[in-house]
């Protein structure tokens, strides 16, 4: 029997489930993101090409929305790749019975690839109309002193056909890994491994790119221009993402010693056995508050009346809503994936008498601790960033006041999405331990 026969009956027998429409949704959201930041990019590049604008205002203002692109591909990367696990998660027993009863490795990984793409062409078609529809809400923005046109915001066809393919190409990858516990064994499935602990050379990427920035931008011990001090700002971002990870591990073990409370020992214990993960899920809003920390300070450099400094403050604000609305649907889909990859422990757990209301404390508590961290070393990373003109930036609070508001913004929706994922806890704990 052909992968592709038994993946059809496979699909026949369980039918459409909640985590199918979840994974959907998922894919959705990633596409018709990574769509709307290509539609900005694009229209700063018409406004360029066509002589509308300045050309060395234009070519800084593209060069900046390069930036918050890159900015928000993590998380749309992480987004599609939860999607893959929540889609499998449900399917994976299944996979390894088969696998059991006979079947291939390769009837296998076809059958996890077909539904991990059936899944991503339905988000990717829904994620284009998304986009679409917000096409002329974007419009009203302005930037460059005039607001966009839907002409502009709609990149050529071949945009389009290109996200699309990227974001079907990460869902193909993300189930081929996913997967590699099932080629081990085909009792894979069953195996708990535990992750290994970060190392501390982590510390010394950071420390070496702080030192640099300070010694360059702060004291200009070396003067070598602004594109090269830009440059050392994205070094100086990345190392943060490179720190982010043994940040959250250091405090999830400070956190799990000093733990009182059977939920926060819990939630702790499973960041410590994957602080990257954790990390992935709130690094890119954390990345975007620290980004628009920096851009916090462009009125007050340029006295508050400057249309560059308007467009940057718009653009950090645009920024973090877009990393805050992904991160808020990537909580909720990683932690409802994260329910179900421990449905055994929710099982466990529910059968030694530990109660629901704590095992949903421990799933909330599990995204609060790494989006704290994270959110938390983010603003200190940016407020290093300021140090050279900080007596400038405190001299205008309401930039101050928004980035501030706009970071707990995003933090609170991020911790009511996760909401999404309790009202597993109890169906798969229940369900589990009654079979």
């Known amino acids: 029997m052909t992968a592709l026969r038994l993946w059809a009956r496979l699909a026949r027998a369980t039918g459409p489930r909640a985590t199918d429409v979840l994974s959907a949704i998922a894919f959705a959201f990633a596409t018709a993101a990574l769509l709307a930041v290509l539609g900005g990019v694009n229209a700063f590049r018409m406004r360029l090409e066509s002589g509308a604008v300045d050309r060395f205002d234009g070519e800084f203002v593209l060069t900046l929305a390069f930036v918050a692109a890159a900015l928000l591909l993590p998380a749309v990367w992480t987004l599609a790749q939860a999607a893959v696990r929540l889609a499998i998660a449900r399917r994976d027993d299944r996979l390894a019975a088969l696998r059991l009863a006979g079947a291939t490795r390769g009837q296998v990984s076809a059958m996890a690839v077909l539904d991990a793409l059936a899944q991503a062409v339905v988000g990717v078609a829904i994620g284009a109309v998304l986009a679409l529809a917000v096409t002329p809400l974007i419009a009203r923005i302005e930037f460059q002193g005039m607001p966009f046109t839907i002409a502009e915001l709609l990149p050529p066809a071949w945009v389009w056909l290109a996200a699309a393919g990227a974001v079907l190409a990460v869902a193909l990858g993300a189930a081929l890994a996913s997967l590699r516990r099932v080629h081990v064994t085909p009792l894979g499935v069953a195996q708990r491994v535990r992750g290994k602990r970060l190392s501390l050379w982590r510390i010394l990427v950071f420390v070496a790119a702080a030192a640099a920035y300070v010694a360059i931008v702060v004291y200009d011990v070396v003067d070598l221009g602004i594109a090269f001090s830009i440059a050392l700002i994205a ?192 169906r798969v704990a229940t369900e589990l331990a009654a079979a």
């Open 235 to 426: 070094v100086f971002v990345l190392a943060y993402t490179v720190l982010g990870p043994l940040i959250i591990q250091g405090v999830a073990w400070l956190v799990a010693k000093g733990a009182r409370r059977p939920a926060t020992l819990l939630a702790a214990r499973r960041v410590l056995d994957d602080p990257r993960g954790a990390f992935n899920i709130v690094g890119a809003m954390a990345i975007a508050v620290l980004a628009g920390g920096f851009a916090s300070l462009a009125p007050a450099t340029a006295g508050g009346a400057d249309q560059m400094s308007t467009d940057m403050a718009t653009g950090a604000a645009l920024t973090i809503a877009i990393a805050g609305v992904l991160g808020a649907v990537l909580a909720g889909i990683a932690q409802s994936a994260k329910v179900l990859d421990q449905r055994r422990e929710h099982r466990a757990m529910h059968r030694m008498g530990v109660e629901l209301p704590v095992m949903r404390a421990a799933i909330v508590r599990q995204v609060a601790l790494p989006l704290l961290v994270a959110v938390g070393g983010a603003a200190a990373a940016a407020l290093l960033l300021i140090l050279p003109t900080f007596l400038w930036w405190i001299q205008t609070p309401g930039s101050i006041i928004m980035w501030a508001l706009m970071a707990v913004g995003a933090v609170g929706l991020t911790l009511a999405a996760t909401a999404c994922a309790l009202p597993l806890v109890r």
